[in-house]
């Protein structure tokens, strides 16, 4: 296998060698679980977990971790604007960011490890990094000693005295130097707090990723992957602490995915163009939205729209059609044709061209123009009156194959309404012999489709969410 990527480290391409044969051992920055997640953080859910099926399609075993922030200042300030407990909100918003990237066709991490359920684990890190003399405790905070780390600024590239103009003390701050960062935060009043050495707090932000990654992965991991807003300073931080803590190389390749904008402007909440996938997946099939974020390579920015959406939307709905014809043909089809190999290893080398687009640092775009390709020949092949079952077969099979280590659906999953109506008379039967359980079951299950039921003395109602 000659799979390449780009590592932002070296800043160019390289050959994809595992620490271990066969297997990947990759960490993906996840959200701070505050609100639903909006547009931008589904491009490195929706790009990662494309590289991750990629790289089990091509024969190697991926423990993929993926983290959740359940405690910072952005939950601490919802916590108190909503008059609820920090685990509350953290709870209600992870369940949503499942069912969120469930919808994009997003398979779940090996292990989503959350802040609040490894503070022990943080602290020790914390601890190690003060006895090697690369963090100091002042009143309560534990800060990073940024300048007693040589190789801080190599990912970003830029030396240590470039990363310094513009660095500030906050008001509050007891760092010795504007480039350091906080470890340890001392609990304010009224804050959710942990005991440690220092006093009640809790982790700074960037600990959090280097104490997880090295519970779930090891001291050394293959990939570590986020959006390109984490370069710096995130992943600067994390490769600071990581290798200062454990004398070893922390990630050998660093993946980064591109900015998303919004009608050619940058998304923000001032302009009033923040995108939340909670909201936009009850308006569009969310396999729409996959397909749209990897039409674009992933390290190349990507503006959204509602014309390029409809564009797209046009693209997928050709494959499907393509797909279609070709199960409603194959049952009339014959089972033998004289140019039968011709046209299977004409698929066969779509697939193969399928490959080296995935191989060069997952060009899923090139990758996507094949699938344009394989629906391109698959209309010429229907359009003779002798098909053969076998090649049929063959075009059925790599579209399902293709389509799968896209995590893309080749059929708009939507319920017709006398499907639901059908399930619905299902639940009304289900709760008349008292099987609950089943009765449940439908309902979650409409749900999951955006249907909402509603029980009323008139009976039961539904709608689309």
């Not at 983290?67 to 685990?87: H, R």
Request: include cysteine; proline fraction near 2%.
């Amino acid at each position: 296998m000659s799979i390449k990527l780009y590592n932002t480290l070296t800043r160019k391409k390289e050959l994809f060698q595992p620490i271990e044969e066969n297997k990947v051992k990759m960490y993906v920055c996840g959200p701070t679980v505050y609100n639903y997640i909006h547009i931008g953080n589904a491009r490195p859910a929706i790009v990662f977990d494309t590289v991750r099926r990629y790289f089990e399609y091509r024969g190697y075993e991926v423990n993929f971790v993926s983290n959740f922030t359940d405690v910072d200042d952005k939950l601490i300030k919802a916590a108190n604007e909503l008059g609820e407990e920090v685990p509350v909100i953290a709870d209600r918003f992870i369940n949503a960011y499942f069912e969120d990237v469930k919808a994009l066709g997003c398979k779940e991490a090996t292990v989503h490890p959350r802040v609040t359920e490894n503070i022990e684990i943080i602290i020790d890190f914390i601890q190690a990094l003060i006895d090697k003399g690369f963090a100091y405790e002042q009143g309560g905070d534990v800060y990073y000693k940024t300048r007693s780390f040589r190789g801080y600024g190599k990912l970003s590239h830029q030396s240590i005295d470039e990363l310094r103009v513009g660095a500030r003390i906050e008001v509050g701050e007891k760092k010795q130097d504007s480039l350091d960062f906080v470890l340890w935060k001392a609990a304010k009043a009224g804050e959710i707090y942990w005991e440690s050495p220092w006093g009640d707090g809790r982790p700074g932000w960037h600990i959090e990723c280097s104490a997880m990654a090295k519970k779930y992965l090891g001291e050394t991991i293959d990939i570590h992957a986020g959006g390109q807003d984490l370069a710096f300073p995130h992943h600067e931080n994390e490769i600071a602490q990581s290798e200062a803590a454990n004398g070893k190389t922390f990630a050998n390749y660093w993946m980064h995915n591109g900015y998303i904008n919004i009608d050619n402007e940058k998304m923000s909440k001032s302009l009033g163009n923040f995108i939340l996938v909670h909201h936009i997946i009850k308006q569009h099939d969310p396999q729409l939205i996959r397909f749209f974020m990897l039409s674009v390579h992933y390290r190349h920015p990507i503006n959204y729209s509602e014309e390029l959406l409809e564009s797209t939307k046009k693209g997928l709905e050709r494959l499907r059609t393509s797909f279609a014809n070709l199960k409603h043909r194959i049952d009339s089809s014959t089972n033998l044709t004289t140019d039968d190999e011709e046209w299977l290893n004409k698929i066969s080398n779509l697939h193969d061209e399928f490959l080296v687009a995935m191989d060069d640092d997952f060009n899923t775009a090139n990758a996507i123009s094949t699938l344009f390709e394989l629906s391109k020949q698959t209309n010429y092949y229907l359009e003779s009156k002798n098909t053969s079952t076998k090649v049929i077969a063959s075009f059925i099979e790599m579209f399902e194959r293709l389509f799968g280590v896209l995590g893309l659906a080749l059929e708009d999953e939507e319920l017709l309404d006398e499907e639901i109506e059908e399930l619905i008379e299902k639940r009304i039967e289900a709760r008349k012999n008292r099987d609950f359980a089943l009765a449940d079951q439908i309902r979650d299950e409409l749900k999951e489709k955006n249907v909402i039921l509603e029980d009323t003395p008139q009976g039961t109602r539904w709608k689309r969410g």
